[in-house]
């Protein structure tokens, strides 16, 4: 009797599990896309980018609604098991969070393209041949300076790694390891209720 309610636990267990397996993920450092801008200040990620002497400037964020938000100066980022120098959310204009970019800038190609592979098995072994994802691929460097996987849900989200030659800010060149998730619907949803 054990063992039937035992393999019928696991089988329930297993079968609520499998579905998941087949969205691209919805939450990034405990941030759900369709969190509204105030929300997203306020959790624990922020927080903690901004605590002590930095408190003004999460005090001002919190006053002025901004585009977008970026956490990684003050602490170190950690998503998916790696080092990220920056995680930036994006709101759409009802400011409600609907983007996640993750990046990491690098001087040597070597290692921008060891870190973008090692990224994309992790999110290959997540998201490859799961019922429901579809993927792209841009495997060819020569044409743009650029690589890119590209995973997408049914659900209107997606999951995209690249690897870019760009300039900095301040104009000297690097090569970054990009990570964006997005959700369309959300975006999608945003607009529509602010129209109204």
Same mark, same amino acid.
């Given at each position: ?111 921008? #393209? ?54 900095? #800010? ?27």
């Amino acid at each position: 009797m054990k063992k039937i309610l035992f393999t019928l636990l696991i089988l329930i267990l297993s079968s609520a599990v499998a579905p998941a397996r087949n969205r691209i993920q919805d939450t990034f450092l405990g941030i759900r896309f369709g969190s509204d801008y105030t929300a997203v200040c306020r959790s624990d990620c922020f927080r903690s980018e901004f605590s002590g002497h930095n408190r003004w400037a999460l005090r001002d964020y919190k006053r002025y609604n901004r585009e977008s938000l970026a956490v990684g100066y003050y602490h170190r980022l950690i998503f998916g098991g790696y080092y990220w120098k920056e995680a930036r959310f994006y709101f759409t204009d009802a400011q409600v969070f609907y983007k996640v970019r993750f990046y990491t800038p690098y001087t040597d190609k070597q290692s921008s #393209q060891d870190r973008y592979n090692e990224v994309r098995e992790s999110l290959h072994e997540r998201y490859g041949g799961a019922a429901g994802i579809s993927v792209e691929t841009d495997d060819v460097w020569d044409d743009d300076d650029a690589l890119s996987v590209t995973y997408r849900d049914e659900n209107g989200r997606s999951c995209v790694l690249s690897l870019e030659l760009r300039k900095s #800010q301040n104009g000297k060149k690097f090569y970054y390891v990009f990570l964006r998730y997005e959700d369309t619907d959300v975006k999608i949803n945003a607009s529509y209720m602010e129209d109204l």
